[in-house]
């Protein structure tokens, strides 16, 4: 980690209240993943807001489902989801029935305590995650994290392959590494999806 890295990791755990806090007063574990997904109403964390979060724990080179967890995020205004429904199904009716988003935010950094975390495409993640520990919890989010997309990213440029953005795809991984199929754009299925393509490229050797 960068010198200015290291600043502002300790700026943040100096700030961070409640779950974060406690957050960073663990040491990550070696080898100890917790896979997370997030379902947003846009791509943008500036503008767009999380609607829901899943998550898998990865211990070794097992996912451990005992420890997985999804919740839907409540929200007190007015702000319809919109066309974003389309994508994920989560209609403004079952919105109005989500764990409060404070809650939701919390259950997720108790789960990732002494883990990195792990993603496909983990920007969003961070990024979403990152705007709601600032809102609820005083500080930003700043974990070590491992990207499925970036890791085949690399594994595929290493060869001379241009990766497209479809073959980057989370179900188009899941097709290539003869991965069974999942309903997408579900948090929790993305979050396992994700977690079973990391075991599947540690299994055929792409670097880390």
């Known amino acids: 980690m960068s010198v200015s890295g290291v600043l502002r990791r300790r700026l943040n755990r100096r700030k961070a209240t409640g779950p974060l806090a406690d957050l960073y007063d663990t040491s990550v574990q070696p080898r100890r993943w917790l896979s997370v997904d997030v379902e947003t109403t846009g791509l943008d964390p500036a503008k767009d807001r999380l609607l829901s979060i899943g998550w898998v724990p990865v211990d070794d080179n097992e996912i451990v489902l005992a420890g997985a967890g999804h919740v839907i995020l409540w929200n007190d205004s007015n702000e319809s989801v919109g066309e974003s429904a389309t994508v994920h199904g989560i209609t403004d009716d079952v919105i109005a029935m989500g764990t409060d988003p404070q809650d939701a935010v919390g259950q997720v950094l108790e789960a990732l305590k002494g883990r990195a975390l792990l993603a496909h495409y983990a920007k969003m993640e961070l990024g979403f995650l990152d705007k709601a520990c600032r809102q609820y ?12 997309m970036d890791r085949e990213y690399r594994a595929m440029t290493a060869k001379n392959r241009e990766p497209s953005r479809e073959g ?5 991984l899941l097709e290539n590494y003869g991965l069974p199929p999942s309903k997408a754009h579900h948090a929790l ?20």
């Open 137 to 148: 919890f005083g500080a930003g989010f700043d974990v070590p994290a491992d990207d499925t």
């Open 168 to 172: 980057l795809r989370l179900w188009t």
């Open 189 to 208: 299925n993305d979050a396992i999806a994700a977690a079973e393509i990391w075991l599947a490229q540690n299994s055929h050797g792409l670097p880390k």
